[in-house]
């Protein structure tokens, strides 16, 4: 299999405002056809770090190369398409119209206004003023002029900020229908759900240091944790103990909970413990969710 195309590769990024490290020796790379999502609280760099890979934010220290640096980036950033603030367009144009300005200013076929405005779900709209357009809308339109001219990369930061739940949903769905037809995507969010739905891998940021870098899958890093019931406590933990899948098991106001270095399914737990004369009055396996993990990963840092 060929490695997979580099698309922006970022080593040791800083950034200072004043006194303040907006960016911790931040590294990454992204590869064509994943979805990737910068996840961390307000005040975490996700912004910075779009603002410099965009160049319109000066770093302090540390490299960025787009596309296996083989382009300067004002050729690269061609390629991108982005929207880092609330969208804009004339407001007394239609949403047509301003999609064909767009067009007119960057060289692109007309014929693309009507293929990005069905993308987004506006094709019904194109003909309203863009004063009349919801903010998920206005949101929707910013997308389709953004993937005009067919870019390599499309970067979002914070895509569903104030939108209502449907608004939040159709943005999703669309993102993940952008993602379907291959482009690459590179978002910024402060909702761990929103990266967990929509993207394959995820960036954890706080106060400007990476703490997670990979797959969201892979942030479940442990195998997670059963919680148990039997008549005698004592014993049943001394006997987890001897199991070789077993990390330590604690006990919770009488529940046992059972946290794992390898994989078990609860079938053989069970099986085992039966074994060694213990009678399982309740039996759970949970994994802890990514918002625990989340909270595990950001908290005391
Ligand atoms: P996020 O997008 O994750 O909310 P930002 O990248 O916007 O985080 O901000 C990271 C940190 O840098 C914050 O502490 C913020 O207050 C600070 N910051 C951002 N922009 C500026 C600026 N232009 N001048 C001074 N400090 C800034
Ligand atoms: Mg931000």
Not at 4 to 15: A, P, Q
Not at 52 to 69: A, C, H, M, P, R
Request: a neutral charge; hydrophobic letters at 40%; aromatic letters at 6%.
């Amino acid at each position: 299999m060929k490695p997979l195309e580099t698309i922006l590769s970022i080593k040791n990024l800083n950034k200072r405002y004043g006194s303040l490290q907006a960016l911790k020796n931040v590294t990454f790379d992204i590869h064509k056809g994943n979805v990737y999502g910068i996840l961390g609280p307000n005040g975490s760099g996700k912004s910075t770090t779009l603002g410099i890979i965009l160049n319109v934010v000066n770093k302090t220290s540390g490299e960025y190369s787009w596309f296996d640096g083989n382009m300067q980036t004002h050729e690269a950033l061609k390629k991108v398409g982005a929207i880092i603030e609330r969208p804009n367009f004339y407001p007394y144009m239609t949403a047509k119209e301003n999609l064909e300005l767009v067009c007119k200013i960057k060289s692109i076929n007309y014929a693309k206004v009507n293929e990005k405005l069905e993308l987004v779900g506006l094709v019904d709209r194109q003909d309203s003023k863009f004063s009349t357009f919801s903010l998920g809308m206005k949101q929707r339109l910013a997308i389709a002029s953004a993937l005009l001219n067919d870019p390599e990369i499309l970067i979002l930061d914070e895509p569903t900020n104030g939108l209502d739940p449907q608004g939040i949903h159709q943005i999703r769905d669309i993102i993940k229908h952008i993602a379907a037809q291959g482009t690459t995507i590179l978002l910024a969010s402060h909702l761990l759900d929103e990266v967990e739905k929509v993207c394959t891998h995820a960036l954890v940021l706080r106060k400007g240091e990476v703490l997670y870098s990979g797959l969201v899958d892979g942030m479940s890093v442990n195998q997670g944790f059963f919680e148990l019931r039997a008549d005698d406590t004592e014993n049943l933990i001394s006997v987890l103990k001897t199991h070789p899948a077993v990390k330590n098991s604690v006990n919770e106001e009488g529940k046992v909970l059972v946290y794992l270095k390898d994989k078990l399914e609860p079938k053989e737990l069970n099986q085992f413990l039966f074994e060694n004369n213990i009678v399982l009055s309740h039996l759970v396996k949970r994994k802890n969710s990514l918002e625990e993990q989340f909270l595990e990963l950001t908290k005391n840092k």
